[in-house]
């Protein structure tokens, strides 16, 4: 009697699900029935009970979501998919460097196809990847698609469709073992299909070559399986080692085979299985100054041991697939977007700080980045990234003071099922182990609390992290960029933040100029942030110098709006009267009136620094606030100076109120009563006001 096999087929798109159900009812044929789900047409919340799931991780937003639809005791194989030597054949014919845009419905899913092409040999054109959103080039008129017609861009004149990309050998191979329908493999029918695919690291129609010379399918098995295999018969005799294991231990099958096991792998505890009949699973060893996984089952016949197989794995190798599921659960947006080319300057403090960043990017130890708000610390934190040895695994960025404390520690530890009112079901993987192997960079660190400063501090010190509502100990291996526009020893010293902590993160500093200090910059910045406006303006010479001399408290980043304002005046030639006017508001600190008998204006200019109209507005909203008989805190001061132009953060407000505060300028309140000018601040700020 022959047993039909249920499949539970589950993908994204309904387009990519019909065709995949197609190519394996044409292999399999009657032997298969298969349910057929797609995520873009209806929620899934339950599905069909199948002798194996075949997945399309892509499918899912969340690894809770994935094992929370599919059962745990079910087999499942995950989609791999590849192109056909009919499609390169295809695309061989294509001229030497035509611009062609590769063109499918996310940027991930273009750039993949792009780097297996490439992979593949395909290195003569010049291959735009293309998807929704993406900018069109107007030199380039040809087009090759995935199945994606719907996505080409209207000026493509020469589309080529090469339809959707097949599944893969190893997912039709993965297939018919969890059916135990493996005997297929040796069909005309599948001979044909693997025959049709390219495949860059094995070739099965060689395989199935030399299977006809193998003594038994068995062995064919051996080969196909992606893990090292040694077994061993009742006396622990070594009789089978595949490929992969003479790969990962070096040992060759004339030093292995029908010898006993303990000679050459006395980390395998064969003797125990043999003695207990049962499995020892995902032991952990070092062979060989290689890091080994590996689990021991027992081959049981009418209740007498007969063997047992072990299946060892590169632990690197293991760690790298389930980096990979990671980053696709992790809707694969987590990369480094700029490099140090990407830095725009000529002064010697911008090259100084590049090349110490460049330097630090080789190592793995803690980076701290500060400087002003707007002179682009995350810009570097991507370029060191990119430069370093973990430029090819994530790259996480968080603002550690735009969140409140409690969130922020979820999203960077994660959590367990049930942790906390609202929590995902299913619980939810944190940015640590999302970003292990890669880097995570951590903005506007000053605004973590005490108690999320040590669990930071353990990361840094122990790489272990543990989940909100957990009791595991989590090993992340993470690189900590950390940046901040405070001074964090001053923070060291109000008490505020954490000394340990500090010099952990102060490992390799980088302090990164204000665009004030970096005048033969400024205008090469202008014209750089000008062209990616596609601005076509030109300013005058006292707008230059207007430019050269302006004091820049909110750095690139003012500079940018000023830019972005005056493109879209829509004027070729700027004049003076064309500037905004919070751009005249700001005075530097040698218009201040110095005449005031009851105050030392030096001490306060002292204090503030090159500042100075940061202070004076401090003081004038203030002033503000008293005239209208109203307390002022420090969240109505920061959102009016960016009404303003000032661009001053709620940290750096406070900060100013403190130097105010000392100097006995204003009354500062505990709680949410503000702060309030005094007569003698009034009086200060009638002596510093901008004059006329």
Excluded at 567 to 574: A, H, S, V
Aim: glycine share 6%.
């Amino acid at each position: 009697m022959i047993v039909i096999k249920k499949i539970t087929l589950i993908t994204l798109t309904k387009s990519a699900l019909m065709f995949y159900a197609e190519q394996i009812k044409s292999l399999f044929g009657d032997l298969v029935t298969i349910y057929a789900y797609s995520i873009s047409e209806s929620p899934l919340t339950s599905v069909e009970k199948a002798d194996a799931f075949v997945v399309s991780t892509d499918a899912f937003n969340s690894i809770s979501d994935y094992e929370r639809i599919i059962p745990p005791d079910i087999p499942r194989v995950e989609i791999s998919v590849d192109f056909t030597k009919e499609n390169i054949k295809t695309l061989m014919n294509i001229k030497k460097d035509t611009c062609v845009y590769l063109v499918n419905f996310s940027e991930t899913m273009a750039r993949e196809s792009n780097t297996r092409l490439s992979q593949l040999g395909v290195n003569h054109i010049n291959f735009i990847p293309y998807f929704p959103g993406a900018k069109t080039v107007e030199s380039c008129k040809f087009a090759v698609t995935i199945g994606e017609m719907k996505y080409v861009p209207p000026g493509a004149e020469t589309v080529i469709d090469l339809g959707h990309r097949v599944l893969s050998s190893a997912t039709i191979v993965e297939l018919a073992l969890r059916l135990k329908l493996d005997y297929l493999l040796e069909s005309e029918k599948f001979k044909e299909y693997f025959n049709s695919i390219v495949s860059s690291n094995y070739s099965f129609n060689q395989l199935f070559g030399r299977s006809l010379n193998m003594e038994s399918q068995f062995e064919i098995l051996m080969e196909i399986i992606d893990a090292g295999i040694i077994g061993v018969n009742e006396d622990n005799i070594i009789f089978a080692y595949n490929s992969k294991a003479v790969e990962i231990t070096g040992f060759s099958r004339e030093l292995v085979i029908d010898r006993a096991a303990d000679l050459n792998f006395p980390f395998l505890p064969f003797a125990e299985c043999r003695l207990t009949s049962k499995k020892i699973t995902n032991k952990l060893v070092k062979f060989r100054g290689i890091d080994i996984n590996f689990t021991v089952a027992p081959v049981i016949r009418g209740n007498k041991y007969i063997g047992a197989f072990a299946t060892i794995q590169k632990f690197t190798d293991e760690e790298s697939k389930q980096h990979n599921l990671r980053m696709q659960l992790l809707n694969k947006g987590h990369k480094a977007k700029y490099n140090f080319y990407d830095i725009i300057g000529e002064s010697d403090s911008i090259k100084r700080a590049c090349t110490i960043a460049k330097k630090m990017a080789k190592n793995n130890s803690a980076v701290l980045i500060t400087g002003e708000s707007g002179t682009g610390k995350e810009l570097f934190a991507h370029a060191i990234h990119n430069e370093s040895k973990r430029s090819m695994y994530p790259f996480i960025a968080i603002n550690c003071a735009a969140m409140p404390d409690n969130l922020l520690e979820s999203e960077l530890f994660g959590y367990e099922d049930g942790s906390f009112t609202g929590a995902k079901k299913g619980g939810k993987l944190g940015l640590f182990e999302f970003a292990h192997k890669g880097s995570i960079f951590l903005d506007e660190v000053e605004g973590m609390s005490p108690a999320l400063q040590i669990k930071l501090l353990r990361v840094i010190q122990e790489g272990e992290i543990m989940r909100v509502g957990g009791n595991k100990i989590i090993s992340v291996d993470v690189r900590i960029i950390a940046a901040s526009n405070e001074s964090l020893e001053n923070l060291v010293g109000d008490g505020t933040f954490r000394s340990d902590l500090y010099y952990r993160l102060n490992t390799l500093p980088i302090e990164i100029p204000p665009l004030r200090e970096r005048h033969e910059d400024i205008m090469l910045l202008f014209d750089n942030i000008k062209n990616k406006l596609g601005g076509r303006l030109e300013l005058s010479s006292q707008v230059k110098d207007a430019f050269m001399s302006h004091s820049w408290n909110g750095n690139v980043r003012e500079l940018h709006n000023y830019v972005e304002y005056l493109t879209y005046l829509d004027k070729e030639y700027i004049e003076y009267d064309d500037l905004p006017s919070s751009f005249h508001k700001g005075l530097s600190s040698s218009k201040i009136n110095e005449s005031t008998n009851d105050l030392d204006i030096n001490l306060l200019k002292k204090l503030a620094g090159n500042r100075m109209d940061d202070y004076i507005f401090v003081l004038k909203t203030l002033y503000d606030g008293y005239i209208n008989r109203q307390n002022v805190g420090r969240l109505s001061i920061a959102e009016k100076a960016q009404s303003s132009g000032n661009y001053l953060t709620q940290q750096e407000v406070r900060n100013i109120l403190c130097d105010l505060n000392s100097l006995g300028l204003i009354k500062m309140s505990t709680g949410r009563g503000g702060s309030k000018i005094n007569e003698k601040g009034i009086k200060a700020y009638n002596n510093l006001k901008p004059i006329g």
